[in-house]
């Protein structure tokens, strides 16, 4: 199985991506944690994401707040898919992340989900992955039935609760 590349940039993300961390061992997903800012350690951003198809990588997800440049600054290196995952920061909310993240120029894509979503990064990093692997395929499939099921099973008792 290809492994994630997750990039982050300051080791302050790292609490949004641990949560990413947590879902790609959920599904037996092999990744790599580095800390590469847009700003401040460009070479080694550009580097990391030149050579992530040559070092086993399938999709790489780029966590960062405020100028949140480095999801685009992978992109620009690499054809691989890459996930950007805007942080929350005491300025502005997380708004300045988030539209530094989605608004790429056409050509250099960036899949963007939403302000500290981690979760979803690595579940849409399992679903890319998943194309080629079908015993990931039927895992993800699992964690659907089972978050449907969870959903029901609060529906039911919220409904004992108050539906009288």
């Known amino acids: ?5 997750i990039v982050m940039g ?10 990413a961390i947590d879902t790609l061992e959920a599904f ?10 847009a700003h401040r350690t460009p070479d080694q951003a550009r580097d990391f994401a030149r050579n992530a198809k040559d070092c086993g990588f399938g999709v790489v997800i780029a966590a960062a707040g405020m100028a949140a440049h480095l999801a685009g600054a992978v992109a620009a290196n690499t ?16 708004l300045d992340a988030l539209l530094a993240t989605v608004q790429m120029p056409s050509g250099i894509p ?8 981690a979760t979803n990064a690595a579940i849409l990093a399992a679903q890319i992955l998943a194309l080629s692997d079908e015993e990931l395929a039927q895992r993800l499939v699992e964690k659907r039935e089972a978050d449907a099921k969870a959903v029901l099973a609060n529906d039911a008792r919220i409904a004992a609760e108050y539906n009288k």
């Open 28 to 37: 037996g997903i092999p990744y790599e944690v580095h800390v590469y800012s």
């Open 10 to 19: 300051s080791a302050s993300d790292m609490p949004v991506v641990k949560k």
């Open 110 to 117: 960036v899949a963007t989900v939403a302000v500290d979503g």
């Open 79 to 94: 054809t691989l898919p890459v996930i950007g995952i805007p942080c929350k920061s005491a300025n502005l909310d997380g």
């Open 1 to 5: 199985m290809k492994k994630v590349g």
